[in-house]
């Protein structure tokens, strides 16, 4: 799959994707991009997983202000995949980026994943040509148009609602010309209000986490994505990861 050139918003995603500290957020935007300056993430939280059980706490001593909310999520990690991810991770840094980090390359991801999936809630695709490959975005703008107004509201998701990031598949492989790629399979937990009823298509059962008491009910539903962010490595390439596949199961078939 060929890469895009990002030299306007592809170029933020680069930086989201690579640049440590305060370089995550980006510089303001030209009047073309001023609809993803809007959405941009200002703050994360600290991500879990699951598979989980969940809880919610009320507010505790006088500083409290209104009940807090806590999604404790009990992590299950496979050690042969735990073990192969960094394996493929040290790969990269020998021979391809010596600066790689795992732990940078998801923040961005988590930032380009709130970014791009509120501007598939809003059906604002023209702002995504150079962020997303051409051909995943021609299959997004017919599967977009098709979908109702409850499941599109379902694919936004904020910054603060992530609850677990994870790598999933990671790829570093050359085409035919001999050209390098590396593709890492980022998968997101997150927290949606969507008015979404309790089975979706599919017939699998979404989660729903209700907060506070009896009298102040407000259900989530917890829904997954999957985002897979790729980057071309031969000598002279653009520096510039590209999302070439978005999943949303359940809502975006």
Same mark, same amino acid.
């Given at each position: 799959?060929? $890469? ?6 592809? %170029? ?7 640049? !440590? ?8 935007? *030209? ?7 809007? #959405? ?5 939280? /600290?991500?879990?997983? !699951? ?20 999604? =404790? ?5 496979? *050690? ?35 970014? =791009?999936?509120?501007? $598939? ?9 150079? $962020?997303?490959? #051409? ?13 109702? &107004? ?7 998701? &904020?910054?603060? #609602? ?10 570093? +492989?050359? &085409? ?20 979404? *009823?309790?089975?979706? !298509?599919?017939?699998?059962? =979404? ?5 506070? &008491? @009896?009298?102040?009910?407000?259900? /989530? ?5 999957? +985002? @897979?962010?790729? /980057?071309?490595?031969? @000598? ?8 070439? %596949? ?8």
């Amino acid at each position: 799959m060929a $890469l895009r050139a990002a030299p306007g918003r592809g %170029r933020w995603l680069a930086r989201a994707l690579a640049a !440590p500290g305060a370089a995550r957020v980006p510089p303001p935007p *030209p009047p073309a991009a001023a609809a993803v300056a809007s #959405a941009l993430p200002l703050a994360g939280r /600290r991500p879990l997983r !699951p598979p989980a059980r969940f809880a919610s706490t009320a507010g505790q001593g006088p500083e409290a202000e209104g009940p807090q909310r806590r999604v =404790v999520v009990v992590r299950i990690t496979s *050690p042969f995949a735990w073990l192969r991810t960094r394996f493929y991770y040290l790969l990269i840094r020998l021979y391809f980026d010596q600066e790689f980090s795992i732990e940078e390359f998801t923040r961005g991801a988590k930032q380009a994943f709130s970014v =791009v999936s509120k501007l $598939l809630s809003q059906r604002k695709l023209d702002l995504l040509d150079e $962020l997303v490959s #051409a051909e995943v975005l021609q299959v997004l703008k017919e599967k977009i148009s098709l979908l109702p &107004d409850n499941h599109r509201d379902a694919l936004a998701a &904020d910054i603060d #609602a992530i609850m677990y990031t994870t790598e999933g598949d990671v790829r570093i +492989y050359y &085409d035919d010309d001999g050209r390098k790629f590396v593709s890492i399979l980022m998968r997101f937990w997150y927290l949606n209000g969507a008015n979404l *009823p309790d089975e979706v !298509p599919g017939e699998t059962k =979404v989660f729903q986490i209700v907060f506070g &008491d @009896e009298s102040t009910k407000e259900k /989530r539903h917890l829904l997954t994505a999957n +985002y @897979e962010f790729q /980057r071309e490595f031969t @000598e002279g390439a653009k520096p510039d990861w590209t999302i070439t %596949r978005i999943e949303h199961p359940r809502l975006l078939e």
